[in-house]
Every structure is written in structure tokens, then in C-alpha cells.
């Protein structure tokens, strides 16, 4: 008798029967009855709450019937603690009757290389939760693969590959059912799923509104009237879970855990400590939080990590590439690509124009990394860096904006560090390209606001000392001027006006600390403060007298005459001008002198004086033509004479040639994006309509400019243009 082997090798997933001598048919019939429908989807919460929009969405994705050939791939992301898998559960069970052949779940661990899920376990768990009795005898994960392929082959599965690392990891993974669904969740975007016909579907933070009612909801049955009590603290505890789901569970669990905490007690707590810290303690759901964000920090490369500890440093979650650059003393180029590499770790977020955005809470990891990681001097040094980068870069948009004289010493030198290319609104609407980074000085400033003001209180502060070179605040306070005077972001101007003259003082330097008081009387005066706006100029006057700075006297001088002709003096108006006009001669600045003329005329017309006042804005607008002409433009000073000229010819009866300067005048104004002016164009427009059509004319106008003061917050010029709308206070 031969020697008889019974044998199989490879993955096999057709039915083998084991037998002897076969006499006659055989007949084998496979009625499915070991197959099992695996259902390993964890279980949703009962306290979901939000995301409405992006919930409608995945039912679409889910409902559409357009993918014939492939399964239909969703790609879930957002930082860590954002609600991703549970969003991604919430939808699964809503959908649960269009997939009757199965539900596999996959936690694939991605926070570090180290601990992510091998996709070969991850099969052996999925063609084991088949239950169709199939043994697999490799470790050949291609295989494993083909062979769960064919399982599911024309099936209704649904799959959940939770918290992946990279592509490679879920590509293994996907069926080729056109029947099935697969959600993918991750904190990076997996941009190389997109060729297989994935869905991308970013998870932002949550609103405080919605936080309150995952609160609500937690407490239902157990607290239900604990936020009723301290409703202002609750929202306060809100905001400091960030706009994270998990968070915001930690903290409903601490309101649970002791009724009659006050929560007060608990939002004091986070604000000594920070979110992390509090919301961790005997919590391992929060721990495992920060256990994320410090895996994602441990991938970084050394560069990586060295940005991200100063980003720590950095005062606000918001930044740019330029300010990356200066502080680690690299081009633009080297530190995007640092950059790069955090937004792939979900620390850091791409914005447009160069910008990035850390999540509050990231930002709060990174600044106790710093603190504990960091050497001695490094964050120091990050401070420092930043500081220069913001004062350089702020001097540099001034300059594209301000062509007045300067007192900072780095108008007159090269910048130090890498900065944007500036256009003006002008230059980048004649490019025949888009400029380099797509700024305009007005947009920089805006956008790091927020930043420079953080560095100003910080350098003021003297428990933590300086940030930057002796005088940074009065520096900064003089190359932010321009922004405040078209923008507005009147509390910010002020405050910065009042740190920028203390400052000066603090240095003894009398000519800094006058110019910074002439802007802070100016600030005063868009705002109708008139008093006040009088007294900073007097001061910034006794302090040119005092140094014998001609400069400065001509300033303050002239100065003190525009504040008395907004206060109706006129004639001590045209007498304060006129006391500057030597002063302004000596300077030999064809822009100071244009603008003599301009604010004389307006003393005159304030006389009635009328011709004069024409004469004299005549001038005004040669001189600033001129200037134009030679290739410096001052499109803001040109508008105002506009409009200057327009309010005297109204007064004359010529409404028709006073619409005219008003509508060039704002055209300028709109150029420029100086919003307070544009403003102001609407209120003469108004006045020259009435002058050419009648006094109920110019309504619109004078809305119009209402809308704008309201929006710039200035609730003085708001409420004088209501007046004239005879609307009182709203």
C-alpha cells in the first residue's frame, strides 16, 4: 500500500474535505451556516451632542450609490480629544440596517510608530471574527489580505480603522466591496488615500454652546439643574475645555463626582494649572490625552521638536512662518518644512499666507514641554526671537504705510531677519502675479495683533522682565500707528499708546516718549476725546520744548490745531498751525508741508473762509501729487484733502463738484483698506448729496458710515452719526 499524505498549505478559504478512497459522487453543500456577521463596533455614547453638519454629511457619503466599483473610503480628522471616533460610531449605528453583513472594528493605535497596530493582527482579527471556521496558516499579511478581500467580496460590511498612523497602515485593510464602507479615523490627513476615492472630513473644536450641553447631557440623571446655579463659571469651564469632546467628558465627570464643588473652584484651578493638568487627575481618559500629545511630540525629529518647544514660548497659538524662521535663524524654506512635519503630528495647523494655528490645548502642551524639556536659556532665547521678529517685521509694514518722520532707530537700518515681501493693496492689485506671501502691511499687522500686544504687556511686566531691546514697547507703539489710524482696534491702540509712553519714560528718552504721546492724542481724537487728545499734545509739546527738539514742537504744535478745530476753536486752530509752520519749513519735507496746508484750510473753512480754504487745499494736493509723481504715493492724505475740499465745496452751494471729491475720496479710501476713513467719505458724501439734492438726501451714506464705526467699535463717531439720523442710542 503507497504511502498517503494529507497536507494543505497557504491561505485557504474554499471548503477542503479530508477522505480516503472516494467511491462514486460526491456532493458538498455550503449553506453558510458558520458564518457569523462580526459586530465588533464599540459602543456609542448616549451623550453625543454637535456636529450636525458633518453627521448630514456622512449619511450622504453613506446613502450615495455613485462609487459602483470601489467601497466608499470617509477619512476622519482632527487633534486629538476632537470626538473623531465618536462621530464616526454615532454614524455607523444610525447606518447599521444598510450593513446586515457585518461591522469590524480596528484600533490601530497610531500615536507613535512604536505602538502602532501591525495591519497583519489586525486581519487575523477580522477573518477570526468572520466565524467561518477558515484556519490561517501565514504570516503573510498580502495574503491575509486577498484572502479578507474575498470574505467580504460583494458583502455589506461596514469597517472602522480607529486612530491611524500613515496610509500603509489602512491599505491593507480596505475590502474591494463596492457594498462596503470604511471610516477611517486619524489626527493626520492621510493625503494618499485621496487615489482611492477618499472622503476627507476635518473635525473642528466644538462651540462653548455645544460643550454646554454634552455638560447637560452627562448630567441629566444625576445633576440635572448644576450648571443652573453658576451659569456664568459653567461657561467659563466650558471654554477652557477647548472645544474637545473628551475634555469636556472629564469635566462633566468632575461636576458629577462632588455636587457642591463650587464650579468656580474648578475653572480658578485650570486657570492656575491649565486644562491638562486639572482635568487629568485620577482620570486615565485625560491622561491618555496628554499620553498623545507626547507621542506625537516624541515622533518629531530633533528640528521638529526644537520649534515645537518654542512655539511653547511663543505668546500666542497663532504665528507665521517668517517668525519660525527668526527664531531658529533659518530661511523660510527650512523652517515650512519643520512646519510640515508638526502638521503632520496634528501640533500644528496650515493657514493661509504663510500662517499656522496650534489648538489652546497643543499650544498648552508645548509650553510645558518647554518648561520641562527645554535647556536653561532656550526658551529665553525663543521669547527674544520672537520679539525681534515682530518689531522688525511691524517696522518694515509701517513703512510701506507711513511716510511721516520716524524716531525708531530700525527705520534706518536692514532688517536683521527674515520678514514678508510687502505690497500695498495698490501693488498687489497691479501685479501681474500674486506677490510672494499675499500680504498687504494693513493684513500682517492685523493678523499678529494679538501677538505684539501679548509681547508688549510682557515686556511691561516686571515679574517676568523684558522680551526685547530697551524702548521694544515705544518702538512698537510707533510702527503700529498706522494700522490703529485705518483699522481702528481702538482698546489694543490705547493700550499700547499708554505701555509705549511709559516705556519712553522709563528709557529718559523725551523725544520717543513725545511722539509716542502725539499718537496717543490722536487715538483720543478719532475718538472725540477731545479734552484728553488736548493734553497729550501739550505734554508731547513740553517735552520738545524741554529737549529743544524743533522736530517735535512742529509736531505738537500742529497737532494742537487739529484737536482745536475738531473742538470748534477755529481760530485757535489757525493759530497753532500757523506757530508750526517754521518749524515744518526746517524740516524740508514736501509731505509735512502738503499736509500744513491741508489742516490750515481746514481752519479756515472752519472760519468760513471759504476761497482761502480752497487756496490752501490746493496746495495741499499739488504737494502730495507731486510726490506721487516722484514715485510716493499717499493715497490716505490724498483722500483727505479730497474730502476736505468736498466739505468746503458743499458749504458753498457746489454740491455737484463736492459729490465728485467725495466719491475720489473714497475711492482712495478703499484702496488703501483704511477702514475709519471710508467712514468718514460716507459723512461727506452725505453732506454733499444734501447740499446738491436736498436736505433728506445722504441717508444711505450716513448708514453706511454708522455700519462702519460700529464695526471699528467707535462708539464716539457711532453716535454722532446717529444723532444726525435723528436715531438717538440703539
Known amino acids: 500500500m503507497s504511502e498517503m499524505r494529507n497536507s494543505v498549505t497557504g491561505v485557504r478559504s474554499e471548503v477542503l474535505v479530508q477522505a480516503g478512497t472516494v467511491h462514486g459522487g460526491v456532493h458538498i453543500h455550503d449553506d453558510g451556516a458558520g458564518r457569523v456577521e462580526p459586530q465588533q463596533l464599540p459602543v456609542a455614547t448616549a451623550t453625543f451632542t454637535d456636529r450636525e453638519g458633518e453627521t448630514a454629511r456622512i449619511e450622504r457619503l453613506i446613502a450615495a450609490e455613485d462609487t459602483p466599483e470601489r467601497p466608499t473610503i470617509i477619512v476622519i480628522t482632527g487633534m486629538h480629544g476632537s470626538g473623531k471616533t465618536e462621530l464616526a460610531l454615532q454614524c455607523l449605528a444610525s447606518a447599521a440596517e444598510r450593513f446586515p453583513d457585518g461591522r469590524y472594528y480596528a ?14 493582527a489586525v486581519l487575523d482579527v477580522f477573518l ?7 484556519s490561517v496558516t501565514t504570516a503573510d499579511t498580502q495574503a491575509k489580505t486577498a484572502l479578507f478581500r474575498s470574505l467580504t467580496a460583494d458583502r455589506a460590511v461596514a469597517i472602522l480603522l480607529d486612530d491611524a498612523l500613515n496610509v500603509g497602515q489602512v491599505t491593507s485593510l480596505l475590502p474591494t466591496s463596492a457594498r462596503a464602507l470604511v471610516i477611517v479615523t486619524s489626527t493626520s490627513p492621510l493625503p494618499g488615500l ?8 476635518r473635525l473642528d473644536p466644538m462651540d462653548t454652546e455645544a460643550i454646554l450641553e454634552l455638560f447637560r447631557r452627562h448630567l441629566a440623571h444625576i445633576a440635572p439643574r448644576r450648571l443652573d446655579s453658576e451659569s456664568r463659571a459653567a461657561v467659563r469651564l466650558a471654554e477652557h475645555c477647548h472645544g474637545l469632546p473628551l475634555l469636556a467628558r472629564l469635566a462633566a465627570v468632575r461636576l458629577a463626582e462632588d455636587p457642591y464643588e463650587p464650579i468656580a473652584d474648578i475653572v480658578a484651578e485650570i486657570e492656575a494649572h491649565g486644562s491638562l493638568r486639572v482635568l487629568s487627575d485620577g482620570h486615565g481618559e485625560s491622561v491618555s490625552l496628554s499620553a498623545m500629545l507626547d507621542a506625537s511630540y516624541r515622533r518629531l525629529s530633533p528640528s521638529a521638536a526644537r520649534v515645537y518647544r518654542a512655539l511653547g514660548a511663543h505668546p500666542v497659538p497663532e504665528f507665521d512662518q517668517w517668525a519660525v524662521a527668526a527664531v531658529l535663524g533659518v530661511d523660510v524654506a527650512a523652517a515650512r518644512g519643520h512646519l510640515r512635519e508638526l502638521s503632520r503630528g496634528a501640533l500644528v495647523e496650515p493657514a493661509p499666507h504663510g500662517r499656522y494655528w496650534m489648538h489652546s490645548l497643543v499650544h498648552e502642551h508645548a509650553q510645558t514641554v518647554a518648561v520641562q524639556e527645554g535647556e536653561g536659556a532656550e526658551s529665553a532665547q525663543a521669547v527674544a526671537g520672537f520679539a525681534r521678529y515682530y518689531l522688525t517685521a511691524a517696522v518694515a509694514a509701517d513703512r510701506r504705510l507711513n511716510s511721516r518722520w520716524t524716531v525708531g532707530p530700525h527705520y534706518d537700518t536692514p532688517p536683521q531677519v527674515a520678514i514678508p515681501e510687502f505690497a500695498t493693496p495698490e501693488e498687489r492689485s497691479a501685479a501681474s502675479e500674486p506677490q510672494p506671501s499675499g500680504l498687504t502691511p494693513l493684513a500682517w499687522t492685523g493678523d499678529n495683533l494679538r501677538a505684539i500686544m501679548a509681547l508688549a504687556e510682557r515686556h511691561n511686566d516686571p515679574t517676568r522682565g523684558p522680551c526685547g531691546e530697551p524702548g521694544y514697547v515705544w518702538q512698537l507703539a510707533e510702527a503700529t500707528d498706522s494700522f490703529f489710524r485705518a483699522r481702528g482696534h481702538s482698546a489694543d491702540r490705547f493700550r499700547l499708546a499708554e505701555l509705549g509712553a511709559h516705556d519712553a519714560r522709563a528709557c529718559g528718552d523725551v523725544f520717543a516718549e513725545a511722539r509716542v504721546r502725539n499718537q496717543w492724542g490722536f487715538a483720543l481724537l478719532d475718538h472725540e476725546r477731545f479734552t484728553a487728545a488736548y493734553e497729550q499734545f501739550s505734554s508731547a509739546l513740553e517735552l520738545s520744548e524741554r529737549a529743544e527738539d524743533r522736530r517735535g514742537q512742529g509736531a505738537a504744535l500742529e497737532c494742537l490745531g487739529i484737536v482745536s478745530w475738531r473742538m470748534g476753536q477755529f481760530a485757535a486752530a489757525l493759530d497753532y498751525i500757523d506757530r508750526s509752520q517754521p518749524f515744518l519749513a526746517e524740516l524740508g519735507r514736501p ?3 502738503a499736509l500744513h496746508h491741508l489742516h490750515r484750510g481746514r481752519a479756515l473753512a472752519g472760519l468760513e473762509r471759504y476761497e482761502e480754504a480752497l487756496s490752501a487745499f490746493d496746495r495741499a494736493w499739488q504737494g502730495l501729487r507731486s510726490l506721487a509723481g516722484s514715485g510716493q504715493p499717499d493715497r490716505v492724505n490724498e483722500g483727505k484733502v479730497l474730502l476736505a475740499r468736498g466739505d468746503a465745496l458743499a458749504a458753498l452751494g457746489r454740491g455737484r463738484e463736492a459729490v465728485t471729491a467725495g466719491k475720489e475720496a473714497l475711492a482712495r479710501f478703499v ?5 475709519f476713513q471710508q467712514g468718514q467719505a460716507y459723512e461727506v458724501l452725505a453732506r454733499a448729496e444734501a447740499a446738491r439734492d436736498g436736505s433728506a438726501a445722504g441717508r444711505d451714506r450716513l448708514r453706511t458710515a454708522l455700519a462702519i464705526y460700529g464695526e471699528l467699535r467707535n462708539e464716539a463717531a457711532a453716535a454722532r452719526v446717529r444723532s444726525l439720523l435723528g436715531e438717538g442710542e440703539e
Open 671 to 675: 484702496a488703501a483698506e483704511s477702514r
Open 591 to 593: 509731505r509735512s508741508l
Open 194 to 201: 485621496a487615489s482611492m476615492g477618499a472622503e476627507p472630513l
Open 128 to 134: 477570526h471574527g468572520s466565524g467561518n471556521g477558515t
Open 107 to 120: 484600533d490601530l493605535s497610531g500615536q507613535a510608530p512604536a505602538t502602532a497596530a501591525d495591519p497583519g
